[in-house]
Nanobody
Framework: QVQLVESGGGLVQPGGSLRLSCAAS??????????IGWFRQAPGKEREGVSC????????YFKDSVKGRFTISRDNAKNTVYLQMDSLKPEDSAVYFC????????????????????????GGQGTQVTVSS
């Protein structure tokens, strides 16, 4: 079965950290050269691109509000992409989704994050992140 599964969300206090994982199955993100993006959607808001990484990890993008606090990385051997989130703020609270798209279909990681995650090849079901004291 081809799918993406997000995990690692939870409740954390402001200033805390979480590491989200996006695990792919049924396809290989490295061999098949997939770019991976993290998106989030808060209640009543549009889904937005948070961070994306190209198929060869030579291009990354971060939304301005998370720059310096979030890090994206990929472990092709584990077929997984990670989003390390530090110094979390209440406004980071949302359901976080990952999506995969063939690298040749996107021009840059930024383009993937700005694009519509619903149109990409694969999308996960999301993991809830809540930042609250």
């Amino acid at each position: 079965q081809v799918q993406l599964v997000e995990s690692g969300g939870g409740l954390v206090q402001p200033g805390g950290s979480l590491r989200l994982s996006c695990a792919a199955s049924g396809f290989t993100i490295g061999l098949d050269n997939y770019a991976i993006g993290w998106f989030r959607q808060a209640p009543g808001k549009e889904r937005e691109g948070v961070s994306c990484i190209s198929g060869r990890a030579d291009s990354t993008y971060f939304k301005d509000s998370v720059k310096g606090r979030f890090t994206i990385s990929r472990d092709n051997a584990k077929n997984t992409v990670y989003l390390q989130m530090d110094s979390l703020k209440p406004e980071d609270s949302a359901v976080y989704f990952c999506a995969a798209e063939l690298d040749w279909r996107i021009t840059t990681a930024q383009a993937m994050c700005i694009g519509n995650s619903y149109e990409y090849d694969f999308g996960g079901q999301g993991t809830q992140v809540t930042v609250s004291s």
